[in-house]
Each structure stands twice: as structure tokens, then as C-alpha cells.
């Protein structure tokens, strides 16, 4: 006669790790309430995860967030990274190893502006694209800065940038002095004297020096023509 003791010696009626991690789950997608708290803490260690790789200031609306019948057992959340660069991230609310151990092809991945991602590869993506969007910013600044020097009245207000121009390792700039402007197209890779990577100015290649004259000359001339 087997007995319960021998059952349990043998192993019979254990639970593996496995069985007690999907019971977890199970329990928490019954509660609204759980969902919501694991989705928040979730999302709170992704913006720090991001913070940690050198992106800056990445945000989500942590006291936002809401549930979405197309994705059960998540929370999408208004979410900003890098800055500037506004969206929503679809958060799982299931334990934070479940979350980080799932693939992008099934499972509780990540749901970036309607895309889905494993949790490594989003943060991966994210880290490359702010450091290269702060490359670009550091970059017009810098043909700010050499414009401004060379006695180009260039304000905050007279540098936008051009959505409708830009491009993934690209963006384009209306510099606007006295109502007259030109574009400028800013790469992700450093530019600046002495370095060989170009830039665009009103369509044309240029190293750092000749861009520089080129904008000066056609800022230039836009206040001639328009005096």
C-alpha cells in the first residue's frame, strides 16, 4: 500500500517552479487592482532600466495608464523617450520576470506605439535612439553656436525643426533670421571643424567649414533680399 509520505518522497503531487509561477500569474489577471500594481511597477523599472543605460530623462505617466481590451492583463501608459519623442507603451501586469523572460513573438511582450518588443531589445533600441538624437542636438548646437558667433542674431525661437523632412538618422532644421530661412539637415554622427561627416544645407552635402559658409551666406543673403 502506498502511502501519502511515500507519495511525497517520490515526488508525486509536487508542484515544479514552473506550475507555482503560472498559478501567481493566473491570481493576479483575476484582480484589476494587481494587474494595475504590476503594470506600474513594471513600467517604473523600465524607465529606470533606460535611465541606467544613459538615456535622459525617459517618462511615463505612472499615475495615468489605463486598460485596453485589445491587450488583457496590460496597461498602456503615455510614455516619452527619448525627449520630445511622446507615445504609449503597453505594459504587461504580471511579476517582473515573467515580463523580462518573454520574446517578442508571444508570451507578455512590451507593446511600443503599437509595436511589440521583447524587453531587452526595446531597451536597447530606445538607449541607441536617444544617444543618437542627443549626437543631433549636440550637433545643431553647435552650428548655432558658430552661426551666432559669425554675428547671425539666431534666438531658441528661430531654430525648428522640419517634421515633415526629417528621417531616422536625420533631422532637418528652418533657421530663420529676420522672417528668412534656410534648412539645415543635422546627421546622428558628430560634425564639427576638423571632422569629415556632412550635413545638408538647403539640400547640398557640406563638411563642417563649407556648411558653415554656406549657411552664413544664404542667412545672409535672405536679410539682403528681404531688406
Not at 525617459?58 to 496597461?75: H, K, N, Q
Request: net charge negative; hydrophobic share 35%; with cysteine.
Amino acid at each position: 500500500m502506498t502511502t501519502e509520505s511515500d507519495d511525497e518522497s517520490r515526488g508525486v503531487g509536487c508542484r515544479s517552479d514552473g506550475e507555482h509561477a503560472r498559478d501567481r500569474v493566473a491570481e493576479i489577471l483575476a484582480d484589476e487592482d494587481q494587474v494595475a500594481a504590476c503594470a506600474r511597477t513594471n513600467m517604473a523599472a523600465f524607465v529606470a532600466e533606460l535611465a541606467e543605460r544613459g538615456c535622459e530623462e525617459p517618462w511615463a505617466d505612472l499615475d495615468g495608464g489605463y486598460a485596453d481590451d485589445e491587450w488583457p492583463g496590460c496597461i498602456q501608459f503615455s510614455f516619452e523617450c527619448p525627449q520630445g519623442y511622446e507615445g504609449d507603451l503597453v505594459m504587461p501586469g504580471v511579476p517582473l520576470e515573467v515580463v523580462k523572460g518573454a520574446g517578442a513573438d508571444g508570451g507578455w511582450e512590451l507593446v511600443h506605439n503599437g509595436v511589440p518588443y521583447a524587453w531587452g531589445d526595446l531597451v536597447d533600441e530606445l538607449s541607441t535612439f536617444d544617444e543618437a538624437r542627443r549626437t543631433i542636438w549636440s550637433n545643431r548646437d553647435r552650428l548655432v553656436a558658430e552661426l551666432v558667433e559669425r554675428g547671425l542674431p539666431l534666438r531658441d525661437a528661430d531654430v525648428n525643426s522640419d517634421v515633415d523632412a526629417g528621417g531616422d538618422s536625420w533631422v532637418t532644421y528652418l533657421l530663420t533670421v529676420e522672417g528668412r530661412g534656410i534648412r539645415v539637415s543635422v546627421p546622428d554622427v558628430a560634425v564639427g571643424p576638423g571632422l569629415s561627416q556632412e550635413m545638408y544645407v538647403e539640400g547640398y552635402p557640406y563638411a563642417w567649414e563649407e556648411a558653415v559658409e554656406k549657411a552664413v551666406e544664404a542667412l545672409t543673403a535672405s536679410q539682403v533680399t528681404g531688406s
